[in-house]
């Protein structure tokens, strides 16, 4: 069955870093746009990043370009999130999928959710 596991998240300070890992399993991983969303305290969840099933190509919500880096190794089954200059409204769990896009939006592409990994930034 298809397994996605989020790892990485933490305790961090404002302006500080995380790296986020997914390892994906039990579906065509190399072949598949993958991306990151992220649900903050009682908010719904939105996109944060996606990336095409190449690597060649990725996209970003505007409250992250510039911040975090999106990459993937397809050999791995990967994905990863590269998280630099947090601010405390970064604070949510993070959770990886496939996404598909749909005009400009990304969206996922499936059903299947990993637990997420939290991430939490101090002022």
């Known amino acids: 069955q298809v397994q996605l596991v989020e790892s990485g998240g933490g305790l961090v300070q404002a302006g500080g870093s995380l790296k986020l890992s997914c390892a994906a399993s039990g579906m065509p991983f190399s072949s598949s746009h993958m991306g990151w969303f992220r649900q903050p305290p009682g908010k719904e969840r939105e996109f944060v990043a996606a990336i095409t099933w190449t690597g060649y190509s990725s996209d970003y919500a505007d409250s992250v370009k510039g911040r975090f880096t999106i990459s993937r190794d397809n050999n791995r089954n990967t994905l990863y999130l590269q998280m630099n200059s947090l601010k405390p409204e970064d604070t949510a769990v993070y959770h990886c999928?496939?996404?598909?896009?749909?005009?400009?939006?990304?969206?996922?592409?499936?059903?299947?959710w990993g637990q997420g990994t939290q991430v939490t930034v101090s002022s």
């Open positions: 999928a496939t996404v598909s896009l749909r005009g400009t939006s990304w969206y996922p592409g499936s059903d299947y």
